[in-house]
Nanobody
Framework: QVQLVESGGGLVQAGGSLRLSCAASGSGFSVLDMGWYRQAPGNERELVATITPVGTTKYADSVKGRFTIARDNAKNTATLQMNSLKPEDTAVYYC????????????WGQGTQVTVSS
């Protein structure tokens, strides 16, 4: 059984920083892409950042230069460092991982709230 467990998030003032972490637990699988999506009230879920096993990254235009995604392949973990946060970054952030275990399957974390006050 594969599980994604998120940590981090919370309330911060505009201009502040937060760090999200995500860990894939279980055994007998390989972790392919990892990343984060976010969903604000009334909006669709949108991509924030992804990272491949070899470290190739992709960011939403709205977070480029402010957010940094990284991963530790040995530990099956990923982190999202969020700096210079803005009120429009307020959303529930969901960790994502594409897991290969006989076939590729997408997994999602439970979601963590990030609130940026102005």
């Amino acid at each position: 059984q594969v599980q994604l467990v998120e940590s981090g998030g919370g309330l911060v003032q505009a201009g502040g920083s937060l760090r999200l972490s995500c860990a894939a637990s279980g055994s007998g699988f390989s972790v392919l892409d990892m990343g984060w999506y976010r969903q604000a009230p009334g909006n669709e879920r949108e991509l924030v950042a992804t990272i491949t096993p070899v470290g190739t990254t992709k960011y939403a235009d709205s977070v480029k230069g402010r957010f940094t995604i990284a991963r530790d392949n040995a530990k099956n973990t990923a982190t999202l460092q969020m700096n210079s946060l803005k009120p429009e970054d307020t959303a529930v952030y969901y960790c994502y991982a594409r897991i290969f275990r006989f076939r590729s399957t997408d997994y999602w974390g439970q979601g963590t709230q990030v609130t940026v006050s102005s």
